[in-house]
């Protein structure tokens, strides 16, 4: 029986896709009052056919005749009944009006042919059976039979001497089947005896036989019971009667007695005893089929002999499963199940509006089930299912209802098949080009590509997901899938067809092994290759396992792939060896069947009977016949012993078979289990070698001809984590008896991924499974379902679990060592690359090459949000080598490449004083070393740079206007890095603006110092002057506050290098380049990874230069993640961040409020433009008195 799917979803989503049914309903349907049916007429003989229809007027009757459409004429007419006369039978051999009969009823709806009427002109043929003469002694039995071919069936009579014979005795009995028995024969029984045949057409004599009879001897001998005339196989139709004849004789005379084979009780209301023995059944049907034994037994002894005979009823054919009505939208799938009884097994057609219907790619039968895809509105009739054999014909209807619409959706676009696994294809598309808003579910259908009249299958899902996994397929099979958009008023067109392949997997099973023995030391091991649908791919090879009973060592030989037979050489005479088969493809081995055991012969049993030729065929799915022969150049054969078990279970008893037997039915077994059969020849000489052959009983089909119902699924799944990345999975076996569990399916699914790849499929026949190779501290979801032979589960309820999180095994990346004064260094680093796994501590180690050979590391820790820390009292003139590593809760990882930095001696400005002092009071140091700034300590040095900002632009201006000469001096050597900057080599806006060039003093950071040995102060970004005879400390602060609308460049800023300069220009949006951001206003310009090496660092591939890069995310904490901008920077119009607080910060610096002083004879003018002014370029130079 087909199968069709639907996902579970809201009503409303049934109530549109399948419409209410009172359009159906409503519907006034066309049926039929009265049928034709069977008749029997003379020649001559008017004949009528009845046919009578009901539905809504106007309603028309023609009719059919083997098939093809009758006109009215003279000799046929339709009466307005719609019934059918013939005034007058033909029944000539030109012409003859016998035939199948059939009424064709029409109205607006569509048309529904009647069953099939069978007119017969009655006759009566020759006889094809006379009776013999026949030569019998006084008080024995004679019986006499003939047979004749009738229509209708004849009645048989007897005479004796052309005389009726007289049946007053109860000696004589006529049999319904035309035979006559007379017991206790008697001298006056001689004579001529011929049988008279009748019926409604003519009479018929058979020729005469002649009864001798002979006086017998006394006294008789006694004698063992014998059946004589026993009953034959029988085939009737319903309703006939049936005689089961059993003569016997005997001395003294036996008592027959009759019984079925099966244990069922005979039918004593209508079956009787006629004469001496004879069994006569009226009114067969189903129930009445069976084997029926005949017993003769010699009264007060146990001698006894049977026969048996088999009766088969045939059934006329009868609907168990009727299709029913359908309202369906166009481009929809409309399925109408038909299911039939009879015997023997109807054939199913259907029709469509009285015809046949014409099966193509949208139309198709799938067993006995119509399919119709993509109904177009010729599809709208009534069609009918047709079961019919020689017992007759059935139909019963239907009609299909198409809904029109005419704002349906188009087709899905882009239809694409992905293979996940051996049972999985991922389908994907895009929603309709038009009225996809209106889409409210989506019908996926498919099937195997492969072959004719495959089955569709159709799954049904909503409109939130334009992808689904299909994923209960077979194995190394091409399908082709299609889609269809819904909403609620139809259907769009089926979309393109695209076609994939799932993937191969391990075999379901292994062959079945045959086992013979031509010798005392060898055992010929055949098998039959594996059908497609067992193999699940290409075979690549099997296996052949044995090994003895009594010794555990396996001895295994690989067989190439075509292989169907092997010969095991050199064993052991008399011993019991164990074998058993595995078979490969691509994909990896299937589990070894069961051992299978084999005898080897006896060494001096050369001259017993050699192995019979075993070939076992199911019956049923509880019936195996067994047939075998043996090699005619065989010993003499003196009879069989078979015996059988079920695999896994103890043998059953030994069948002793007589030698003349060939076949032997064995019952009783349980459907779908396997079975080892063992059959020997026994000689004079004793037992002949031994053929051993598997089988499988196969499943039994209900009297609907209906799959069994698929198994539940398994159930108490549970999951155990035993590491990060494994889990152990185990779940209970559902509580059902229908079969044994081949294997079962694992799926392990990472929530929320939308890749398919990602999605494990694992296959197993155990009870429990390792899932390794998973991704740590990540959410899983996993399912299981079971697979019974043929027969698939659904998947068990989803289990999640996440898996434990693990030691980061991979050390951070992008290590960075920059010197940023005489005694300290920045490191930086970026995160590990992993997925999934948390950092909660950084450790960085580090040591003077000295200390490093002494093996003495100094350790600091960072927490796992900082991905910068700071080296401090460094000595000058050594190498320092830095190496850092990950850690978590669970463990440490590994330390990164060593990265060297290289201290120079005799370094300038090294501080002389304390480093710490209580100048300011509101900056803070946390327990890791890092300085951070308070609300109240930055509000003040945004009044103090203003401050600043104010008197260096009143100075300015009155330089200018005074015009004081400058005096000559010699000039200051100011390098300027080439094109590292954003706004590098960028040529002028405007020529007018070279006059507005100014000094731009060199900064390292957001400070200057004079190189000419003048004052000891310095002017930050912000235009604070301060001193720089203070000791100095790098502040970092834990987090950057990222602008959405910064640019690239600033997010890769660079540490400024001192006696650099950049050529900037600051104007109008759109007139010049934008200006700088926040983050060169206080590192400077930037630097590219390939620019100058670090002061002192060194390691191959990095330049050893800090870069503020993405991946130094989470560096603050929430307290000092605010941010303060200076009014004197202009607004915030996007290009200038506000991050001030992410600036290294000076302790113990005080800010200067008297004006720059000058201590040596160069003279240095600055120029600070408003943001409203026109650009003006700033550059360094040396300018002469």
Sequence with gaps: MAKFKMK??????????????????????????????????????????????????????????NGVRLAESEHIQFLPNGSLYIPKIKHTKEDSDEGFYQCLSQNKYGAILSQRSRLTIASISKFVL???????????????????????????????????????????????????????????????????????????KSKEATLTVNQGVDPKPSQRPRIIAGPQNVTVSYHQTVVLECMATGNPWPIISWSRADSKPIDVYKAKVLGNGNLVITDVNSKHSGVYLCRATTPGTRNYTIAAANLTVLVPPSIIERPESQTRPRAGTARFMCQANGVPPPRISWLKNGEDVHLNGRIKMYNSKLVITQIIPEDDAIYQCMAESEQGSVLSLARLIVVMSEDRPSAPRNIHAETISSSAILLAWERPLYNADKVIAYSIHYMKAEGLNNEEYQVVIGNDTTSYII?????????????????????????????????????????????????????????????????????????????????????????????????????????????????????????????????????????????PTLQLEPLNCTSIVARWQTSPQSMAVQGYRLCYHEEGQPEQPIIKLQAQTYT????????????????????????????????????????????????????????????????????????????????????????????????????????????????????????????????????????????????????????????????????????????????????????????????????LQREGSHTMALLEKLEAGNVYLVKISASNQVGDGPFSNIVE?????????????????????????????????????MTGIIVGVCIALACIVMCALILISKGRPRKSFSHKVIAVGAAEGPHAGLSLPNNHHTENAEALIPM????????????????????????????????????????????????????????????????????????????????????????????????????????????????????????????????????TVAELKQSFEVENEKMLSHPFHHTAPDAIRFCCTSEGSHPALHTSQAVGS
């Design 901 to 937: 930095l290289a201290l120079r001696r005799g370094n300038t400005h090294r501080s002389k004083n304390p480093r710490h002092s209580a100048s300011f009071p509101h900056t803070t140091v946390s327990s890791d070393g890092i300085y951070h700034i308070d609300q109240r300590s």
């Design 130 to 204: 006379h009776p013999v003469p026949m030569l019998v002694t006084v008080g024995l039995v004679a019986r006499f039979s003939c047979a004749v071919t009738s229509s209708p069936p004849a009645t048989i009579t007897w005479e004796l001497n052309q005389s009726t014979l007289p049946l007053q005795t109860d000696r004589i009995t006529v049999l319904p089947n035309g035979v006559l028995q007379i017991h206790n024969v008697q001298l006056e029984d001689a004579g001529q005896y011929r049988c008279v045949a009748s019926n409604i057409g003519s009479l018929l």
């Design 471 to 611: 994923d209960d397929l077979e194995p190394a099979r091409n399908y082709s899938f299609y889609i269809v958009a819904y909403m609620p008023m139809g259907a769009s067109r089926m979309s393109d067809q695209v076609s994939q392949h799932t993937l191969e997997d391990v075999p379901l099973r292994t062959p079945e092994l045959s086992l013979t023995s031509q010798s005392s030391t060898d055992i010929q091991v055949t098998w039959q290759p594996l059908p497609a649908k067992v193999s699940r791919g290409q075979l690549s090879a099997y296996k052949l396992s044995y090994r003895t009973a009594a010794d555990s060592t396996v001895t295994s030989v690989e067989l190439p792939q075509n292989s169907t037979e092997y010969l095991l050489k050199g064993l052991q005479p008399d011993t019991i060896y164990l074998l058993r088969m595995a078979a490969a493809t691509r994909v990896g081995w299937c589990e070894p069947s069961a051992w299978t055991s084999h005898r080897t012969p006896k060494t001096s049993s050369s001259k017993v009977p050699s192995a």
């Design 1004 to 1135: 390292k950071s957001h400070r200057f110092l004079d190189a000419k040995g003048g004052a000891n102060m310095v002017i930050n970004s912000a235009s604070q002057i301060t001193s720089t005879n203070q000791s100095k400390r790098w502040l970092l602060f834990k987090k950057a506050i990222r602008n959405s609308a910064e640019s690239d460049a600033e997010r890769k800023a660079n540490l400024y290098e001192a006696g650099k300069t950049v050529l900037r220009y600051e104007g109008q949006l759109g007139s010049a380049p934008l200006p700088p951001s926040s983050r060169e206003i206080i590192y400077g310009p930037y630097h590219s990874e390939s620019s100058h090496s670090s002061e002192g660092s060194q390691e191959t591939g990095d330049s050893g230069h800090y870069s503020n890069e993405e991946s130094n995310e989470e560096m603050s904490n929430p307290s000092t993640s605010q941010s303060s901008r200076p009014e004197s920077f202009g607004p915030d119009n996007g290009t």
């Design 664 to 859: 032997y039915t064995i019952s009783g077994l349980d459907p779908r289990r396997k079975y080892h059969v063992k059959i020997l020849a026994v000689g004079q000489a004793g037992d002949g070698y031994q053929t051993d052959q598997t089988i499988s009983t196969p499943g039994c089909v209900s009297a609907r001809d209906q799959l069994e119902v698929a198994p539940p699924p398994p159930d108490h799944v549970t999951v155990l984590a035993n590491n990060s990345s494994a889990v152990s999975l185990r779940w209970s076996h559902p509580a059902f008896s229908s079969g044994k569990a081949v294997s079962y399916t694992v799926r392990c699914t990472p929530v929320g991924t939308h890749n398919a790849s990602a999605i494990r499929y694992l296959q197993t026949t155990r009870q429990s499974v390792m899932v390794q190779n998973l991704d740590p501290n990540t959410r899983y979801e996993f399912v299981v379902r079971l697979h019974v032979d043929q027969m698939s589960s659904p998947w068990s309820a989803v289990v999640y679990h996440q898996t434990l999180p693990a030691a980061p095994s991979q050390p951070p990346g992008g290590v960075r060592v920059t010197l940023i004064e005489d005694d300290t260094a920045l490191v930086s680093w970026k995160e590990p690359t992993e997925p999934n796994v948390v950092v909660t501590r950084y450790t960085i180690l580090y040591a003077s090459q000295k200390a490093w050979m002494a093996g003495r590391w100094q350790i």
């Design 8 to 65: 579970v979803y809201p009503d409303w989503l049934f109530f549109v896709l399948f419409l209410p049914l009172s359009s159906v309903l409503s519907f006034s349907e066309l049926s039929f009052i009265t049928e034709p049916s069977d008749v029997t007429l003379l020649p001559k003989d008017p004949a009528v056919l009845d046919c009578q229809a009901h539905g809504l007027p106007p309603v028309t009757i023609k009719w059919l005749k």
